[in-house]
Nanobody
Framework: QVHLVQSGGGSVQAGGSLRLSCQAFGYFNSMSCMGWFRQAPGKEREGIATIANDGTTRYLDSVKGRFTISHNNAKSTLYLQMASLKPEDTAMYYC????????????????WGQGTQVTVSS
C-alpha cells in the first residue's frame, strides 16, 4: 500500500510561483506513472503533468513551459514546480501514482494525495 501526502500550495498573485510536493509512504519504487491533476470548481478533474518510469514527461498544453514535474526517488517525493501562474490555474491539485498504468495521461491511478488548494489572484 502507498500513501501520498501533499504539501505546498496556497495563495499567490498572478505571475508568481509555487512548488507542490507529494511524499509517498510505503513502497514507492517501480511506479509506472506519476502525475499531477487539478480540479477547479464546477469543472472536471484534468491531468496537467505526468512522468513515466522511463522519465518521459507530458504536460497539458495550457501549462507547458510554465510547470515542471519531477521526482526524487531517494526521497520518495514527486514535485510540481509552477511558474508564471495565472488566475485560471486556481484549483485543487492532486498528485497520483500507479504501478501498472500504461498511459500516464489516463486518470485511472490507484494512489492519490489528499489535495492541496492553489489560488491565483489577478
Amino acid at each position: 500500500q502507498v500513501h501520498l501526502v501533499q504539501s505546498g500550495g496556497g495563495s499567490v498573485q498572478a505571475g508568481g510561483s509555487l512548488r507542490l510536493s507529494c511524499q509517498a509512504f510505503g513502497y514507492f519504487n517501480s511506479m509506472s506513472c506519476m502525475g499531477w491533476f487539478r480540479q477547479a470548481p464546477g469543472k472536471e478533474r484534468e491531468g496537467i503533468a505526468t512522468i513515466a518510469n522511463d522519465g518521459t514527461t507530458r504536460y497539458l498544453d495550457s501549462v507547458k513551459g510554465r510547470f515542471t514535474i519531477s521526482h526524487n526517488n531517494a526521497k520518495s517525493t514527486l514535485y510540481l514546480q509552477m511558474a508564471s501562474l495565472k488566475p485560471e490555474d486556481t484549483a485543487m491539485y492532486y498528485c497520483a501514482a500507479d504501478r501498472t498504468l500504461q498511459i500516464c495521461s489516463e486518470p485511472y491511478y490507484n494512489y492519490w494525495g489528499q489535495g492541496t488548494q492553489v489560488t491565483v489572484s489577478s
